[in-house]
């Protein structure tokens, strides 16, 4: 069973930073593309950012230059490292993936909350 769980979030002042980890199991985590997705209160699921193999990122043009994801392999844990935080980044974030060896099989985990407030 492909399990994600996210840890990391909370409450930070505008400027802030904070990391968000999230820890996969039950798949090849070195072969398979991580996805960073957020979800503002009234708001549709968006893509953050992504890592593909061979470390391959992608950012929205939101947080680029801001946010940064990576991987730990041997710890099967990808990151979001997220700088200079804004208001407009609460959110709930979730970690997403497309299991390949699994079909493309579509994992989210819980979802961690994000609030940047003074």
Known sequence: QVQLVESGGGLVQPGGSLRLSCVASGMLFSINTMNWYRQAP????????????????????????????????????????????????TAVYYCMTSVAEKGNLEVWGQGTQVTVSS
Not at 52 to 69: C, L
Not at 75 to 89: A, G, I
Request: aromatic share 6%.
């Open 42 to 89: 009234g708001k549709q699921r968006e893509l953050v950012a992504s890592i593909a193999h061979r470390a391959v990122t992608n950012y929205a043009d939101a947080v680029k230059g801001r946010f940064t994801i990576s991987r730990d392999v041997a710890k099967n844990t990808v990151y979001l490292e997220m700088n200079s935080l804004k208001p407009e980044d």
